[in-house]
């Protein structure tokens, strides 16, 4: 596609519910990020596939958050149990393998966590 | 560990005038910079970038220069104009983890 999409825009939920958040990544692109913005923390790191590698799951900031990327491209995060802390912008980038140090940003996805 | 220090704002400029925000870095390895701005209600974008020691990155009439020696990679723009009001992040990748260290970002209001 013409650059990274997610979906929903925007996430309404009760604390304690599950949520999954989806990120389609640029057309060929082999890496794929999630972050996170919120208004304490800034933007952070949460998670990184790279290919068929094993992936990097470094930034995840507790065992309730955890990620996918099914064939390759398209990437759901999952957060089990919500809590009021998750509330943030979570945005998910992708990389290509000829360009290895720029990423490229989807709008994200607005997480509300009542 | 990687991080990255900016300048905090909220900037607050009238239009024309001349824009500065300070970005200072530590880093394992040899880092790539970035500039990434987000306007109101939008996405992060990359504004420019500099991959080696004295590269001078430049977009939209915004500059900054990879300074190995000072650790820095201050963004500059000699006349903003209104539609520059945005927060600009810097940031830093390495290749030992490709994982983007960003600055807490900065508010930048140009008024008319």
């Known amino acids: 596609g013409a650059g990274v999409s997610q979906s929903p825009s925007n996430k309404v939920t009760e604390k304690g519910k599950d949520v999954e958040l989806r990120c389609d990544p640029i057309?060929?692109?082999?890496?794929l990020y999630w972050y996170r913005q919120s208004l304490g923390q800034g933007l952070e790191f949460l998670i990184y596939?790279?290919?068929?590698?094993?992936?990097?799951k470094s930034g995840l900031p507790s065992d309730r958050f955890s990620a996918e990327r099914t064939g390759g491209s398209v990437s759901t995060l999952t957060i089990q149990r919500t809590q009021q802390e998750d509330s943030a912008v979570y945005l998910c980038?992708?990389?290509?393998?000829?360009?290895?140090?720029?990423?490229?940003f989807g709008p994200g996805t607005r997480l509300t966590v009542l | 560990g990687n991080s990255v220090t900016q300048m905090e704002g909220p900037v607050t400029l009238s239009e024309e005038a001349f824009l500065t925000i300070n970005c200072t870095y530590t880093?394992?390895?040899?880092?790539?910079l970035f500039w990434y701005v987000q306007y109101p209600g939008e996405g992060l974008q990359l504004l420019l970038k500099?991959?080696?020691?004295?590269d001078k990155g430049s977009n939209k009439g915004f500059e900054a220069t990879y300074r190995k020696e000072t650790t820095s990679f201050h963004l500059e723009k000699g006349s903003v104009q209104v539609s520059d009001s945005a927060v600009y992040f810097c940031?830093?990748?390495?290749?030992?983890?490709?994982?983007?260290?960003f600055g807490a970002g900065t508010t930048v209001t140009v008024r008319a």
């Open positions: 980038a992708s990389r290509s393998s000829f360009s290895e140090d720029t990423q490229y």
């Open positions: 880093a394992t390895g040899y880092p790539s």
């Open positions: 057309s060929g692109h082999t890496a």
């Open positions: 500099a991959t080696k020691a004295d």
């Open positions: 596939f790279q290919g068929n590698s094993a992936p990097d």
């Open positions: 940031a830093l990748i390495t290749t030992r983890d490709y994982k983007l260290s």
